[in-house]
Nanobody, 124 residues
Framework: QVQLVESGGGLVQAGGSLRLSCAAS????????MGWFRQAPGKEREFVAA????????YYADSVKGRFTISWDNAKNTVYLQMYNLQPEDTAVYYC?????????????????WGRGTQVTVSS
């Protein structure tokens, strides 16, 4: 079974924080990498953060470095995205995704499985 379910989105003021969760089925959680993407209205879906399990290496988009942290709980098959100092430009639907075949984690085209997303809205 392939399943990714995001949660934790909401409305927050600029400068605030949120933690997103992505609960994955065991099969998905054992895929080579998992990542977070976001899509703002009228814009393309963009890479936010990812973790490659081999070597446990995190990757971040330049726009979120120092503000967002990807983490995980192996016992819960869950990946998190902790977001600090949120800004209005972070407003988007945030998606969790998994790579089945190893590839560049920043490329949306390498992700085969996707959740339905969770809305994050940052007010100014």
């Amino acid at each position: 079974q392939v399943q990714l379910v995001e949660s934790g989105g909401g409305l927050v003021q600029a400068g605030g924080s949120l933690r997103l969760s992505c609960a994955a089925s065991e099969r998905v959680f054992r895929m080579p990498a998992m990542g977070w993407f976001r899509q703002a209205p009228g814009k393309e879906r963009e890479f936010v953060a990812a973790v490659v399990w081999s070597g446990v290496i995190p990757y971040y988009a330049d726009s979120v470095k120092g503000r967002f942290t990807i983490s995980w709980d192996n016992a819960k098959n869950t990946v998190y995205l902790q977001m600090y100092n949120l800004q209005p430009e972070d407003t988007a639907v945030y998606y969790c995704a998994a790579i089945r075949i190893p590839g560049a984690v920043v490329s949306i085209h390498n992700y085969e499985y996707w959740g339905r997303g969770t809305q994050v809205t940052v007010s100014s």
